[in-house]
């Protein structure tokens, strides 16, 4: 198996070490696989099956990535607060 060498400044080295139960190459592995699904999600706007019980995992999805739109926002605040607001999908609220 490959292995990749990233160099970290000695305050995080520092910090990383206190921290010995974590197991960091996993660490790295889902986050670079988080952002593969994350690409391939913006791009074909759906995930694999693989990928989708990855991310139920892990209690992520790529849409979590996402900024909201700026209309959403206005909609939230300008709405009453005992009421929801309404989106027919999805793409209604992230960019």
């Known amino acids: 198996m490959p292995t990749l060498t990233v160099p970290i400044d000695d305050e995080l080295y520092d910090k990383i070490q206190t ?3 974590v197991k960091w190459s996993k660490v790295a592995q889902d986050g670079i696989r988080k952002r ?3 690409e391939v999600y913006i ?4 995930i694999s099956e ?3 019980e990855f991310c139920e995992m892990i209690d992520w999805h790529p849409v979590d990535e996402l900024p909201i ?3 959403v926002i ?3 605040l300008r709405s009453d607060k005992n009421t ?3 989106v027919k999908d999805i ?3 992230f960019k």
């Open 74 to 76: 206005e909609r939230i």
């Open 36 to 38: 593969k699904i994350l």
């Open 84 to 86: 929801a607001v309404s």
């Open 50 to 52: 693989e990928d989708a």
């Open 43 to 46: 791009r074909d706007k759906s």
């Open 91 to 93: 793409s209604d609220i």
């Open 19 to 21: 921290l010995s139960w």
């Open 69 to 71: 739109k700026e209309e």
